[in-house]
């Protein structure tokens, strides 16, 4: 357990509480430690943290639209990585049709978000009908695979060498956000009897991020029962019920929807927008000291964004302060919107992350530019 410094002190004209009732012309940051989790300073600016006039170098934030990424594997393994560390691999898949084959992840638990599209996972467990807006949490090594008659986008994030867990809900309760009652999980139904076989099956593996094959004469999706608390689940962002508070802006913490040991991936939904005249009523401006920072933008316009439409992803490394563009920020104040409408997956981690070249391409090079005044 760590034992923090603590010595809770105010400083010159500061609020009473974070996030609520700032001083007139100032602009609050919070710099916090362990992502929202840990000690934290709400600091009290006379300009925007944001409020740069250049931006250059390694820090910059990052902004891609992966609508452009038009590589279509047929095997969600050759699916090309858009950025990741030694915890974790962000991938996206772009595919229409009926797999070939089968696939298993030995590196890592997988999971699935369908930006568009559906269709019909089997997997050893049995079948699982999936969506528009599903997320299907994989545990490492299930042999799986997909048809479907439309083209589906799924972002892939890999627990590298870890598995997906819930958060803990403390206060609230294990039903609040989601009731885990809400969690699907395969069925040995009808659909799976019939996709059962004696045909020649290829299975390909990926294990320490090399591909390799095993050949069966016959279809090894042939259970015929299991029993136990291991299986994928999936969970639709409908179904998730966020915490919310009239009279304070909650943290992304509040969000979060899966556990890993060394990042969180947080689930943003409709809602309302606080009401309390005194409360702040957007992300407020933060310093991302301990974990780099990843949205990927589902559906809706982003109420504390500019110019990001969905399907595209930001990313903010560990490093400088961000928050609302300035433009948001001015709609927040006067409370010209009172609900969200947005849906966006928040991916943050404790490692840095790298960039890869699948990226180059799709970059919005002017995104550091975007928080300027116009």
């Not at 990313?315 to 009172?338: C, I, L």
Request: hydrophobic share 35%; with cysteine.
């Amino acid at each position: 357990m760590k034992n923090w410094i603590s010595f809770p002190k105010v400083e010159g004209t500061a609020s009473r509480q974070a996030h609520v009732r700032l001083p007139a012309g100032t602009y609050e940051r919070e710099l916090g430690r362990e992502g929202f989790f840990g000690p934290a300073t709400q600091m009290h600016h006379a300009h925007p943290p944001t409020g740069w006039t250049s931006f250059d170098g390694p820090l910059r934030p990052r902004a891609f639209d992966l609508n452009h990424l038009d590589h279509m594997p047929n095997s969600p393994l050759e699916a090309p990585a858009l950025m990741g560390n030694g915890s974790t691999q962000v991938r996206l898949w772009r595919f229409k049709g009926r797999m070939d084959h089968l696939v298993r992840n030995a590196d890592g638990d997988d999971l699935l978000f369908f930006h568009q599209g559906g269709g019909h996972l089997y997997c050893d467990y049995g079948h699982l009908e999936v969506r528009e807006g599903d997320y299907v949490v994989l545990p490492r090594n299930t042999c799986w695979r997909l048809e479907t008659d439309e083209a589906v986008m799924v972002l892939m994030v890999e627990a590298t060498g870890d598995a997906y867990k819930l958060p803990h809900k403390g206060l609230v309760g294990t039903h609040a956000i989601f009731d885990p009652a809400v969690l699907d999980v395969p069925a040995l139904d009808d659909a799976f009897q019939a996709q059962k076989h004696e045909r020649e099956t290829l299975v390909r593996v990926k294990k320490r991020g090399q591909l390799c094959a095993m050949t069966y004469p016959f279809n090894p999706l042939d259970a015929v029962g299991w029993h136990g608390d291991l299986a994928p689940v999936r969970l639709n962002w409908r179904d998730i019920r966020p915490l919310m508070s009239h009279r304070y802006h909650l943290p992304p913490s509040a969000h979060s929807t899966w556990i890993a040991g060394r990042f969180i991936v947080c689930t943003f939904v409709p809602r309302p927008i606080e009401s309390d005249p005194e409360a702040l009523k957007l992300p407020y401006y933060h310093s991302n000291e301990d974990f780099d920072e990843v949205l990927f933008y589902h559906r809706g316009q982003f109420f504390s964004r500019d110019n990001i439409h969905p399907g595209m992803v930001t990313y903010h490394p560990s490093g400088f302060p961000h928050g609302p563009h300035p433009k948001a920020y001015e709609v927040a104040q006067k409370f010209e919107r009172k609900e969200t409408d947005e849906v966006a997956v928040m991916i943050d981690t404790r490692d840095p992350l790298d960039v890869y070249q699948a990226m180059d391409g799709v970059e919005w090079g002017g995104y550091a530019d975007s928080w300027k005044a116009k």
